[in-house]
């Protein structure tokens, strides 16, 4: 036999002997750690996955997430552990070979709280490194609120590659709580950990430096200092987050009011049925999304763009029919009016119960107006958000109408003076029935607003009527810069009233202060000038 070909055949019988034999060897420790997980011990478990975590074996991840869920089936009598999926297929933790069915004996791994923190410290530590980085910053955030010491190295690992800074900054925090309650760090490691902390200023860190235990001195003298600094920064945050909370209520109000505004400023109707205007625009939005949804599902995230206009529309072309078969032969009976339109205002509720039904009707989010963001120590929810920016985008367009246009002329002369304005060759009964609509129609999208954060039933305009009379009333009947100022005063307030005084008794006293603010101005904040106005 040739030298080369029989060296060719022993090279060929090393390799098949390693296969054979140092391989396994080789994968013995993961394959033991996984068979730990059968013996439905909470100390087994708990080395388990502390092995299997730093084996960098590509099914370390698969079999602590299924730990995770609830679908990591251990049998105790063969001692093989299976990755069961949401598909119902399986495999053998093990090896990652495919199994054709789980044994009837195999039961989920068990779990209590101490592995359950285990179990994120460790997925958070396998993921530390994914090529994502949203997967990335989650994975820090895990390690964070687990504080697991087995973590800190795959942390370190990760913290010397990083380069996103947002990252970066998740990671330190996540070593800093690691770092904290290891007993063996050093005092210089633990004070650095404190000033991380403290530099994080949240509930969260906070909550880490209370509970921290038996610390050195000076690290306990500075977890104290932390804490008082902390809970002095998120006093001035729960300020805040009060402020943003009264302006998104004071948008609202804005919204629901600013119809009324014009309605009881230039006609002098006490319209009771304008909070069903707000019901029908929410209604109208409905029925849009439901059109777009059986016929049209690629446009659901323009079906709040197409709602508004038919809104407006809808619930001013109500208005204009109220005015000219009810309002108009009302005038200067002010009680007749009020008795008038509180019982349209049930005729309609009742009529859109037969229709729609009496339960609640689901209008969604757009995906534009799903979700929330972070500012400082704040949420800022998008929906929120974009009905403050539309709010406000809806006051400046009806200012530059009132001010720039013929209808908006007219409207002012009749606010200002009837008579002078019927003398003029004014027709006030035309300017009352588009008044009226104009009203009833920014109700209508009011209702497009606020389908998105309130439920969408017959009863939604009565919810914001009474709020809507005391914006106008306190702002100044007929001024829409006075109604802007009052609506997000008595919002802000009433955020700020209600932790102290409670829901109902903070709108109690909101109604107080407003009327002992109507006895020393009874115009509101900005009145109306004019001579039938002064008269």
């Known amino acids: 036999m040739p030298a080369n070909l029989s060296a060719r055949l022993c090279s060929f019988a090393l390799s098949l002997f390693l296969i054979a034999f140092a391989l396994p060897a080789f994968a013995g420790p993961f394959e033991d750690a996984v068979a730990k997980f059968a013996n439905d011990d909470y100390s087994d478990t708990e080395e388990a996955i502390g092995v299997v975590a730093s ?10 997430s299924a730990l995770q869920d609830g679908r990591l089936m251990a049998d105790s009598d063969s001692k093989k552990v299976y990755v069961t999926g949401a598909d119902g297929k399986s495999i053998d933790a093990a090896t990652g070979q495919p199994v054709a069915s789980v044994p009837d004996s195999a039961s989920a791994v068990r779990l209590n709280n101490r592995l359950r923190r285990s179990v994120d410290a460790a997925l958070g530590s396998l993921t530390l490194q994914s090529p994502d980085l949203g997967t990335r910053l989650q994975a820090a955030q895990s390690v964070f609120k687990s504080h697991e010491e087995t973590a800190l190295e795959a942390v370190d690992g990760a913290l010397a590659k990083e380069t996103n800074k ?25 004070l650095e950990a404190v000033a991380t902390l403290k530099a994080r200023g949240d509930q969260e860190a906070m909550a880490l430096l209370t509970g921290m235990g038996d610390q050195p001195a000076s690290v306990t003298k500075a977890a ?73 599902p690629g446009l659901f995230d323009y079906s709040l763009l197409i709602a508004v206009p038919l809104a407006f529309l809808v619930a001013g072309g109500i208005g204009v029919l109220i005015e000219r078969s009810i309002i108009r032969f009302l005038y200067g009976r002010p009680l007749e009016t009020l008795l008038a339109t509180w019982g349209l205002s049930l005729v309609l509720q009742q009529a859109v119960r037969t229709m729609f039904g009496p339960t609640n009707r689901e209008v ?20 929120r958000l974009w009905i403050l920016c539309f709010t406000l985008a809806v006051f400046v367009i009806l ?49 497009v607003a606020l389908s998105q954060i309130d439920n969408v039933s017959p009863n939604l305009g009565q919810s914001y009527i009474i709020d809507s009379f005391m914006v106008v009333v306190f702002g100044g009947v007929g001024n829409l810069w006075g109604t802007l100022v009052g609506a997000f005063t008595l919002g802000i307030a009433n955020k700020f009233l ?11 006293a909101i109604l107080v202060l407003i009327i002992l603010f109507i006895q020393k101005r009874p115009r509101g904040l900005f009145a109306l000038k004019g001579r039938a106005v002064e008269a």
């Open 55 to 64: 084996s960098g074996n590509t099914l370390a991840f698969p079999i602590i």
């Open 166 to 190: 947002s990252v970066k900054t998740a990671l330190g925090e996540a070593r800093a709580a690691i770092l904290l309650f290891k007993p063996d760090a050093t005092e210089v490691d633990k």
């Open 224 to 296: 104290a200092s932390a804490i008082s600094s902390i809970q002095g920064s998120l006093a001035v945050w729960s300020t805040v987050q009060n402020a943003w909370y009264g302006l998104s209520l004071g948008s609202v109000l804005l919204l629901a009011a600013i119809g009324l505004a014009i309605t009881f400023g230039v006609m002098g109707v006490i319209n009771m049925a304008h909070g069903e205007m707000v019901m029908i625009g929410a209604y109208t939005t409905f029925v849009v999304q439901e059109v777009i949804r059986t016929r049209y």
């Open 364 to 383: 969604g989010n757009p995906s534009w107006m799903s979700g929330a963001f972070e500012l400082g120590q704040i949420t800022i929810t998008y929906n």
């Open 399 to 447: 200012l530059a109408m009132l001010r720039y246009t013929a209808l908006g002329l007219e409207m002012r002369a009749v606010t200002q003076n009837r008579r002078m304005a019927a003398s003029m060759g004014i027709a006030t009964s035309r300017v009352d029935a588009l008044t009226f609509g104009l009203g009833s129609g920014i109700a209508g999208i009011a209702g």
């Open 498 to 508: 209600e932790p102290v005084a409670g829901a109902v008794l903070g709108k109690i």
